[in-house]
């Protein structure tokens, strides 16, 4: 065990199920280990990495903001927060913001949002219908918004306003809409679960049912947006629009942030009714502002189309060659190989092994989120890997 292994095990909450590696250097789509190991980077930091490790233009608007102004309260106007709150607005179907911190923190000021458009609206409906394998976060509201009870039985008693119903499945969210309902809130394309597509029409109807009901529809593009399924949000796909979306994980380049984005008929917070200390800090705003506009200037959403179809194929060619490779799924780069048998461990090691970092989603299944800058070329690098990987398996289990 390394030295920093020991140092986990003695001072660390138990909470993750590490890989033993220390990262200790980032670039592009490659980092180093403390033995000055490289590895291409095909989980880059669940999904956050999307211009890759260190980009120049994140390190040079971070480095002249921290020199500038790192904190202040949200008494006062800061000049980062409203530049990339404007640029958010004018590439998005949603006309006003709020910044907080991370992922969990924006869904749950996403369902406090629509809480109180329901007292205001809605005759003080408050519940949240949500989907079964869906995730939405680790903060105890979220938990109960997550639809997998791996993640709910460790905290029961939940907070109560909160009904999971089965994933594309029109008929379970009319079934569960009741007088009480104040939104539907799903993942566009669910990640964490194993990047399930929703069906045709899923969201379109889902959509129509919300409108018909009067009911807000909350997207989580925490994992799905800025590019990474191909266009800047996911619902440009599917033809809908939200009244409230929630935004993290890619939005400032790899520094903490969170968003939360609603249409002005769903933006009913007053002053008071929600806050945060950090939220809008101006380093991570500077470093949004720097991502969203390398994202939109430079088309990374249609490198992440064109580089995902190519990987893609070769995610095919692999499943003609391994006869128990059950699915390849996903679009732009949120794709995963399904198996037909829990396997995805000891190939999580085999990449490793030959340099490359991939995520097991599942017991059988592994995704790849790689940096949207990626080319082909380190797709067939990825794919090299994965063969070889994938034989050294198939010989271990004969
Ligand atoms: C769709 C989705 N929502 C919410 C979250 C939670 O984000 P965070 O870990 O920043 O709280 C995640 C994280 O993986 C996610 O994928």
Same mark, same amino acid.
């Given at each position: 065990?390394?030295?920093?292994?020991?140092?986990?095990?003695?001072?660390?909450?138990?909470?993750?199920?590490?890989?033993?590696?220390?990262?200790?250097?980032?670039?592009?789509?490659?980092?180093?280990?403390?033995?000055?190991?490289?590895?291409?980077?095909?989980?880059?930091?669940?999904?956050?990495?999307?211009?890759?490790?260190?980009?120049?233009?994140?390190?040079?608007?971070?480095?002249?903001?921290?020199?500038?102004?790192?904190?202040?309260?949200?008494?006062?106007?800061?000049?980062?927060?409203?530049?990339?709150?404007?640029?958010?607005?004018?590439?998005?179907?949603?006309?006003?913001?709020?910044?907080?911190?991370?992922?969990?923190?924006?869904?749950?000021?996403?369902?406090?949002?629509?809480?109180?458009?329901?007292?205001?609206?809605?005759?003080?409906?408050?519940?949240?219908?949500?989907?079964? !394998?869906? %995730?939405? *976060?680790?903060?105890? #509201?979220?938990? +109960?918004?997550?639809?997998?009870? $791996? &993640?709910?039985?460790?905290?029961?008693?939940?907070?109560?306003?909160?009904?999971?119903?089965?994933?594309?499945?029109?008929?379970?969210?009319?079934?569960?809409?009741?007088?009480?309902?104040?939104?539907?809130?799903?993942?566009?394309?669910?990640?964490?679960?194993?990047?399930?597509?929703?069906?045709?029409?899923?969201?379109?109807?889902?959509?129509?049912?919300?409108?018909?009901?009067?009911?807000?529809?909350?997207?989580?593009?925490?994992?799905?947006?800025?590019?990474?399924?191909?266009?800047?949000?996911?619902?440009?796909?599917?033809?809908?629009?939200?009244?409230?979306?929630?935004?993290?994980?890619?939005?400032?380049?790899?520094?903490?942030?969170?968003?939360?984005?609603?249409?002005?008929?769903?933006?009913?917070?007053?002053?008071?009714?929600?806050? !945060?200390? %950090?939220? *809008?800090?101006?380093? #991570?705003?500077? +470093?949004?502002?720097?991502?969203? $506009? &390398?994202?939109?200037?430079?088309?990374?959403?249609?490198?992440?189309?064109?580089?995902?179809?190519?990987?893609?194929?070769?995610?095919?060619?692999?499943?003609?060659?391994?006869?128990?490779?059950?699915?390849?799924?996903?679009?732009?780069?949120?794709?995963?190989?399904?198996?037909?048998?829990?396997?995805?461990?000891?190939?999580?090691?085999?990449?490793?092994?030959?340099?490359?970092?991939?995520?097991?989603?599942?017991?059988?299944?592994?995704?790849?989120?790689?940096?949207?800058?990626?080319?082909?070329?380190?797709?067939?690098?990825?794919?090299?890997?994965?063969?070889?990987?994938?034989?050294?398996?198939?010989?271990?289990?004969?």
């Amino acid at each position: 065990m390394s030295h920093w292994q020991e140092l986990e095990q003695k001072y660390y909450m138990n909470t993750f199920k590490r890989i033993p590696l220390t990262l200790v250097r980032g670039q592009g789509a490659r980092v180093w280990d403390e033995d000055g190991r490289q590895y291409l980077d095909f989980v880059a930091g669940w999904a956050v990495n999307n211009l890759g490790h260190c980009p120049p233009v994140v390190v040079e608007a971070v480095t002249e903001q921290v020199q500038t102004l790192i904190q202040t309260s949200n008494q006062f106007y800061t000049i980062p927060q409203l530049r990339l709150a404007e640029l958010l607005v004018q590439n998005s179907c949603l006309d006003k913001v709020f910044f907080c911190n991370s992922g969990a923190e924006a869904n749950e000021g996403a369902v406090k949002l629509a809480r109180r458009y329901g007292q205001l609206h809605l005759n003080g409906a408050f519940e949240v219908i949500t989907a079964m !394998s869906s %995730f939405h *976060g680790r903060t105890l #509201a979220m938990v +109960a918004a997550t639809g997998q009870v $791996k &993640f709910q039985k460790p905290y029961i008693p939940l907070p109560t306003g909160f009904v999971n119903v089965e994933y594309n499945s029109i008929e379970a969210i009319k079934t569960a809409t009741t007088e009480r309902t104040c939104a539907v809130m799903l993942e566009p394309v669910q990640g964490e679960s194993g990047v399930n597509l929703p069906d045709d029409n899923y969201l379109t109807t889902v959509r129509a049912w919300c409108d018909g009901k009067g009911i807000l529809l909350i997207l989580d593009e925490i994992q799905t947006g800025l590019g990474r399924l191909g266009t800047l949000f996911a619902y440009e796909q599917y033809g809908i629009e939200p009244d409230i979306m929630s935004l993290a994980k890619g939005l400032a380049g790899g520094i903490p942030i969170g968003a939360i984005l609603a249409k002005d008929r769903a933006s009913v917070f007053t002053p008071g009714e929600h806050g !945060s200390t %950090f939220g *809008g800090n101006p380093v #991570a705003c500077a +470093a949004g502002y720097a991502t969203l $506009k &390398f994202i939109l200037d430079n088309d990374i959403a249609g490198n992440a189309r064109r580089v995902g179809e190519y990987f893609t194929t070769g995610l095919e060619g692999l499943r003609e060659k391994f006869p128990f490779i059950t699915d390849v799924r996903g679009r732009g780069l949120l794709l995963a190989l399904e198996f037909s048998s829990d396997i995805a461990d000891s190939l999580v090691t085999a990449c490793l092994e030959r340099g490359l970092l991939v995520n097991r989603v599942k017991p059988n299944a592994l995704r790849f989120m790689p940096p949207l800058i990626i080319g082909k070329e380190e797709v067939d690098e990825a794919l090299g890997i994965l063969d070889s990987a994938l034989v050294s398996i198939n010989q271990g289990s004969a």
